[in-house]
């Protein structure tokens, strides 16, 4: 199982960012993908979660109108995108793939870095 996740990415304030994360070993519908960021010194933030098979998404409350989870079946890969970027959205941004409550998480994207800065 891997999942492989796109480069650094760096945006000025109010500018949005798309990040991929590209399953494989596994059978990509059959597992929720969850997206998670660390901002520096900061510990792990949950962002929300995807079902692969059907589109549904589930979102914390303080990202609600700014980020999309969007996944693709065909290609193995979820997507994250956040718009009205700010400086405190600077972090690393991890996908996670969950096999419920009792494995939870088990395996991770390498993180990709998102800097907010003008």
């Known amino acids: 199982v891997q999942l492989v996740q796109s480069g650094a990415e760096l945006r000025n304030p109010g500018a949005s960012v798309k990040v991929s994360c590209k399953a494989s070993g596994y059978t990509f519908i059959d597992y929720l993908i969850y997206w998670v960021r660390q901002a520096p010194g900061q510990g792990l933030e949950w962002m929300g979660r995807i079902d692969p098979e059907d589109g549904d998404t589930k979102f914390a409350q303080k990202f609600q109108g700014r980020v999309t989870f969007t996944a693709d079946a065909s290609a193995n890969t979820a997507y994250v995108e956040l718009t009205s970027l700010r400086a405190e959205d600077t972090a690393v941004y991890f996908c996670?793939?969950?096999?419920?409550?009792?494995?939870?998480?088990?395996?991770w994207g390498q993180g990709t870095q998102v800097t907010v800065s003008s």
């Open positions: 996670a793939r969950f096999r419920g409550t009792i494995l939870g998480y088990d395996s």
